[in-house]
């Protein structure tokens, strides 16, 4: 698109032109604008010179718009406002209190995290718009480097070359049983309970370390999970355990999501789900940075 050349009028011609419009006297005029007479007159007589018509008629008693000064007060307000509006979002955006954030997400973040973070943050910066995305770890973490997001929220990251996690919060891990399953009842449950079931599992990726995590769970009892099914999400996961095929192990705000034929038993262990906000190191926006910080201390409540 090419820039329209603007004409030669300087914003202060503009403003000069307005104040002497509503005095109606070169005099206060100048006296409002803290400067003289003959240098407010030269502005005028600028402003006229780019039009190519007189602005005023004045003689030695009275001052009044002609009829292109009339018209002309509108446009010079406009002009002026547009700047001013301008500017103070220019300001806000650099400051981080508005603007438009794209903000990544994996499918488990939106049961306990989301809802926490998301409206009080929108309460806060009403002039910050968030749009969400939910996303798998791979194209979550692919999309945040080449600057489709402005921030991604996920378990588990790996560390990784040009991004920065901050850790959120930390939780339990809980099996995923059938209803009808042997362990499903009982005051105790123990994981090694489950070493002869056969498990439904998420891909393993270089983005995110969770499934490792699954397999340290088991590890620590003495076995391998045996891989029954491989699933993308963890919604078909808990619908395959719901139809028998087999048990899961997913992090314990799942245990939201109340759904007949599903049970959920408590895994007592250090080894926990972490869910970090990522940001790009090179990254400064202020906005970006505030939603991390807001969403570190909602969490930590």
């Known amino acids: ?41 030269q502005q005028v007589k600028r402003v006229e010179e780019v039009i190519g018509h007189r602005l ?40 981080g209190q508005a603007g438009r954030l794209i903000v990544g997400f994996t499918p488990t973040t939106a049961l306990r995290l989301l809802p926490r973070i998301v409206p009080p943050f929108r309460d806060a910066h009403p002039r910050i718009v968030i749009d969400l995305l939910e996303m798998l770890p791979a194209p979550l973490i692919e999309a945040l480097r080449i600057g489709q997001l402005d921030t991604a929220i996920m378990r588990d990251p790996s560390p990784l070359p040009g991004l920065i996690a901050t850790i959120l919060f930390a ?27 056969p498990f439904i599992l998420f891909p393993a990726g270089a983005e995110s370390q969770s499934v490792a995590r699954v397999f340290g769970l088991c590890a620590e009892v003495g ?10 999400g963890w919604q078909t996961a ?35 789900s972490q869910m970090a906000a990522l940001r790009r190191e090179d990254d400064g926006r202020p906005m970006v940075a505030d939603l991390i910080d807001a969403s570190l201390a909602i969490m930590a409540e």
């Open 1 to 41: 698109m090419t820039v329209p050349r603007p004409p030669h009028i300087e914003i202060r011609h503009l403003h000069a032109f307005l104040v002497v419009a509503e005095e109606l006297h070169f005099g206060r005029a100048a006296t409002r604008l803290r400067i003289a007479q003959p240098p407010l007159s």
């Open 56 to 95: 005023f008629d004045r003689d030695t008693r009275n001052v009044s718009l002609t009829p292109a000064g009339e018209a002309f007060v509108e446009t010079a307000h406009a002009v002026l406002r547009r700047l001013a509006v301008g500017i103070e979002r220019a300001r806000d955006i650099g400051e």
């Open 171 to 197: 939780e339990d891990y809980v099996a995923v049983l059938p209803a009808d399953h042997r362990s499903a009842t009982g005051e105790s449950f123990a994981l090694d309970d489950l070493a002869n079931d």
């Open 223 to 232: 076995f391998i999970p045996r891989k029954v099914q491989e699933v993308p």
């Open 238 to 272: 808990i619908a395959l355990v719901g139809s028998g095929m087999g048990v899961t192990i997913l992090p314990e705000s799942v245990e939201n999501l109340r759904l007949p034929g599903i049970v959920y038993r408590r895994i007592k262990s250090p080894i926990r």
